[in-house]
């Protein structure tokens, strides 16, 4: 039995209804998020799928886009939704990973900075060894405060910069697939 889950946060229909979707490069996210599911699923690990749900518009369950992007072929060992940007805040997630023996969760998903970010801090925080699998997160453009907008790879750097070392070893796919033991060994 495998000691690691891969988490697939957010990967749902919801966002292909936002203006943004086709502007950012998402065919080379959903190719990288499969790869990630498949080898993840070669080597027993367990799938946890996660949905974000939301009281109105696009991420309400009535809207019907509250579910699985259509192209991502996964067969989850756990799936529900959530209401906050973790995945651990009022979900099953913890209990499932205490049960199974889950040491090590793999972080992807989309939005990058938001629920995939916020997830990663708070499963550190709990006492999880975290991979963070940047290549396999998606996100947007995003204009902050002051008018300047960032770049989906500012925002993917970002990310990056913060959780590597503090709450996350930030990795490749490869590197993921690999495991900790066999990376450090690199």
Not at 134 to 160: C, M, N, Q, Y
Request: hydrophobic share 40%.
């Amino acid at each position: 039995m495998s000691d690691t889950a891969l988490l697939v946060i957010d990967a749902q229909e919801s966002f292909r209804q936002r203006a943004n979707w086709h502007e950012t490069d998402s065919d080379t996210y959903l190719q990288k998020q499969q790869a990630l599911i498949d080898g993840a699923k070669a080597r027993g690990w367990k799938i946890v799928r996660v949905l974000h749900a939301e009281p109105e518009g696009i991420f309400s369950v009535p809207s019907g886009f509250v579910r699985p992007i259509s192209e991502l072929q996964c067969e989850p060992d756990l799936e529900f939704i959530k209401q906050r940007h973790s995945a651990f805040v009022g979900s099953p997630l913890e209990v499932f990973l205490v049960q199974n023996g889950i040491r090590r969760l793999v972080v992807s998903g989309i939005r990058t900075e938001q629920c995939c970010e916020t997830t990663t801090r708070h499963g550190s925080d709990l006492g999880w060894q975290v991979d963070y699998v940047t290549e396999a997160t998606h996100t947007f453009p995003l204009t902050d405060a002051t008018g300047h907008t960032w770049t989906v790879e500012e925002i993917k750097a970002r990310s990056a910069a913060v959780l590597d070392g503090r709450f996350a070893r930030v990795c490749t796919i490869a590197e993921a697939l690999a495991g900790r033991a066999q990376a450090a060994a690199a």
